[in-house]
């Protein structure tokens, strides 16, 4: 964890921004004490993650500690879990089947239409002649 995301300006303006809120007599003091307590938080999370995996005793990581993987890796063995996978795999082999269909019928009824809407060769033929203009109002009568 570094300051990769933090650009000249920005750092500049936390900076100034401490400036202002501390003042220069009292800046260098609050930097440390910040500095102190983020040591102490990643001390205190290094700390939570060791006591986790000698109780546990596994390696542990953050992402395991979800409630689904953890009762998943924790209180079901493979055989378990396989068993409770397989009925769900043939219900999804049959709805990605069927989604397969759909999917063919759907790029076949676009062809289709795309088929059917492209013009013919000779347009003018078919397009019917111009009507005549439309009688303006008059607005004299109006009143």
């Known amino acids: 964890m570094g300051l990769e995301n933090i650009g000249g300006w920005e750092f500049i303006l936390i900076i100034l921004v401490g400036l202002f809120i501390f003042g220069p007599d009292r800046l260098p003091k609050a930097i440390g004490d910040g500095m102190r307590m983020l040591r102490n938080v990643r001390q205190m999370a290094r700390n939570a993650t060791g006591d986790l995996s000698k109780e ?74 111009p009507s005549q203009p439309a009688v303006r109002a008059s607005w004299d009568d109006v009143t």
Request: charged share 25%; proline share 8%; glycine share 6%.
């Open 56 to 129: 546990l005793g596994t390696d542990i990581q953050l992402e395991d500690l979800h409630p689904k993987t953890f009762l998943r890796k924790h209180l079901l063995s493979e055989a378990d879990e396989a068993a409770l996978r397989k009925p769900l795999q043939g219900i999804y082999d049959d709805v990605k089947g069927v989604a397969d269909g759909v999917k063919r019928d759907a790029q076949a009824a676009a062809s289709a239409a795309n088929s059917v809407a492209t013009p013919a060769s000779t347009p003018a033929a078919t397009t019917p002649p």
